[in-house]
């Protein structure tokens, strides 16, 4: 195991880091000491969940910066600049939509005049980062869920896994609804299973069973109409990139539950880090969208569950206009609507 909360490392010149494809039936520890290794794990979703890409992609310009170290140690150490930034590029294009990971890797290169030991250290210094933003960000967006709901215990539902292992430990909304439990303030936690890939299914209920939070799983269809039936209080999810005008991209799946949301009454509340905000980004127009292999459709754990040759639409995710946002809670404050005002409270 990986000492206390967390799902993502640095050990010994290596990325140590939960291999989430294993899960639920196995916990693994994948040892990466490659920046190639660390681009199939992201690519593979064995590490997976915006800000755990993130950490993993920066500790990755760390291993390429070691192994293209060209000098000295210290304030003394250089390296090969132009190799580094070229893997750079490599990492940061291994998933395009968490604005997450193409943040992270610039930080870590922002140090590369420094030598190979000041990227390591900012990199590093992510890894710290992360679990205490992540803590911050829940207990202020469980501030709101509570200010925003009238039921107790609280009935949530949630989406796809935004837990300790979609980030370095605790989670953003997952880690919300934990804050929220450890208060004695949830009855029950509904999730989607989240095809294909099953995050839900896999690791959200893997995190509350370890978290020992009452949940019941549902197919994704059926987030929208547990809403509309009055089964829920709050819907908390994560994000993948939130917009200048507060349009958010999530996992497919997202936009449903946010139009039932909306239309039931419920508040719809994304939580997440700063380092998910593209301020550089209008609008969710603007959002490259990941669309991944057919096969993850038209097979389940490897088994085909379609006829031979039937083809499949897998977008990874979808967009919320930011008008179906009650509010993007981060560690800055509660944005409700257009990011570009400041933090409401
Ligand atoms: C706090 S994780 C944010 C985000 O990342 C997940 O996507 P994926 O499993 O494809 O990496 C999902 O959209 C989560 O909401």
């Keep these: 195991m990986l000492p206390g909360d967390r799902s993502l490392s640095w050990d010994d010149g290596a990325v140590v880091a939960v291999d989430q494809c294993a899960l639920p039936g196995a916990y693994r520890l994948l040892r990466l000491s490659t920046v190639d290794e660390v681009i199939a794990a992201i690519r593979r979703?064995?590490?997976?969940?915006?800000?755990?890409?993130?950490?993993a992609g920066a500790l990755a310009v760390a291993l390429s910066a070691a192994a293209h170290r060209v000098g000295g140690s210290g304030v003394d150490g250089r390296c090969d600049e132009v190799a580094v930034r070229a893997d750079a590029r490599r990492i940061a294009a291994a998933r395009p939509t968490a604005v997450n990971l193409g943040w992270a890797v610039e930080r870590a290169v922002s140090k590369l005049a420094f030598g190979p030991d000041a990227v390591l250290r900012e990199a590093l210094a992510m890894v710290v980062e992360d679990e205490h933003v992540n803590r911050a960000v829940a207990s202020r967006a469980a501030d709101l869920v509570r200010r925003v709901t009238k039921r107790r215990p609280l009935r949530l539902l949630t989406h796809c896994n935004t837990g300790r292992l979609a980030t370095v430990a605790w989670g953003t909304a997952l880690g919300t609804i934990r804050t929220l439990a450890e208060a004695g303030q949830v009855e029950e936690v509904l999730f989607g299973e989240t095809r294909p890939l099953l995050q839900g299914a896999r690791l959200t209920a893997w995190e509350l069973a370890e978290a020992g939070i009452p949940h019941r799983m549902c197919?994704?269809?059926?987030?929208?109409?547990?809403?509309?039936?009055?089964?829920?209080?709050?819907?908390?999810?994560?994000?993948?990139?939130?917009?200048?005008?507060?349009?958010?991209?999530?996992?497919?799946?997202?936009?449903?539950?946010?139009?039932?949301?909306?239309?039931?009454?419920?508040?719809?509340?994304?939580?997440?880090?700063?380092?998910?905000?593209?301020?550089?980004?209008?609008?969710?127009?603007?959002?490259?969208i990941e669309h991944r292999d057919p096969a993850e459709v038209t097979a389940l754990a490897g088994a085909p569950i379609t006829p031979p040759g039937t083809g499949a639409y897998n977008p990874a995710f979808d967009v919320v206009p930011a008008d179906l946002v009650t509010a993007v809670v981060t560690e800055n404050g509660v944005h409700r609507n257009e990011i570009r005002r400041e933090a409401a409270s």
């Design 219 to 288: 197919v994704d269809s059926a987030g929208p109409t547990a809403i509309a039936t009055g089964l829920v209080d709050c819907v908390l999810v994560g994000a993948d990139r939130v917009c200048l005008n507060g349009d958010v991209a999530n996992k497919i799946g997202t936009y449903p539950l946010a139009l039932a949301a909306n239309r039931a009454g419920v508040p719809f509340v994304v939580v997440s880090p700063e380092s998910t905000v593209d301020r550089a980004l209008a609008s969710g127009a603007g959002i490259e």
């Design 45 to 55: 979703l064995a590490i997976r969940g915006a800000p755990a890409i993130g950490v």
